[in-house]
């Protein structure tokens, strides 16, 4: 259903990364892709994916690095002429930062967090919009410590409820060009970055005992739900948070 469709990948770590199972379902189901990577350590971890996905380009990525995005995009723009969706799955915030109380929280740290994780889609959103094709859709990632407290994930709850507020904004301003904003909300995965929660053990084993499903959902479930957003059948959606944490948003 996405033959055809072009479209731009940041975050993949590893092959348990959510930016992968996007990228594994969205190739699937007929994309052609450009892959990031952060840095030269993870270029050797990320290319053999891309090579896996058959992805097209491979281009580094460091979104604190002034002119490595305009040049991505420079780069899709020389390659592909346009593009069809821009999945957006990154996130940061210092350790001391994220482990203390909110009140706590350095400026540095915070504006770092932002800057990385909320900022960083914003502008994508700026540098995709001239290359954007009609129906074409930003998605970024969430998570519901966004809109209720969540224990110990702290400076990331602001900064999320910002990418969330921010997403939503942008649906209204990229609209009238038929470009369609998305935040998808996965419960919590095993993943390299949420690692970096204190306790998350505890965290996981919550949502696996208050979820209705009685369990947590996978990458390729993530991708799923990405791969429908992007395609013409969401094509009456826009400016949606949208959840696939096996229904715990709903109780926990």
């Not at 390659?79 to 540095?108: Q, T």
């Amino acid at each position: 259903m996405l033959r055809g469709k072009r479209g731009l990948v940041v975050g993949i770590a590893n092959d348990q990364s959510i930016a992968y199972g996007c990228a594994a379902k969205l190739r699937a189901f007929g994309a052609d892709l450009a892959i990031t990577y952060l840095n030269e350590k993870a270029d050797r971890f990320v290319r053999p994916l891309a090579e896996r996905l058959g992805a097209e380009l491979l281009l580094p990525l460091d979104v604190e690095q002034p002119g490595q995005m305009p040049a991505v995009f420079d780069h899709i723009r020389e390659a592909w002429g346009s593009l069809d969706f821009v999945i957006h799955s990154i996130a940061f915030a210092p350790r001391a930062d994220l482990h203390g109380r909110l009140v706590d929280a350095s400026l540095e740290g915070f504006q770092q967090a932002m800057r990385v994780s909320c900022y960083s889609f914003i502008e994508m959103a700026r540098l995709a919009e001239p290359l954007m094709n009609p129906g074409g859709s930003l998605v970024t990632m969430s998570y519901y410590g966004a809109d209720k407290v969540i224990g110990n994930y702290n400076l990331m709850g602001p900064v999320k409820a910002a990418l969330e507020a921010s997403m939503r904004y942008l649906a209204r301003d990229l609209a009238p060009r038929g470009i369609r904003t998305y935040a998808v909300s996965p419960g919590p995965l095993r993943t390299r970055a949420a690692g970096g929660i204190a306790q998350f053990d505890a965290l996981v084993e919550h949502a696996v005992q208050h979820a209705p499903a009685r369990r947590l959902v996978d990458i390729a479930e993530v991708g799923r739900l990405v791969a429908f957003l992007v395609g013409g059948a969401a094509s009456g959606m826009t400016g949606d948070t949208v959840f696939v944490d096996a229904g715990l948003h709903n109780v926990a």
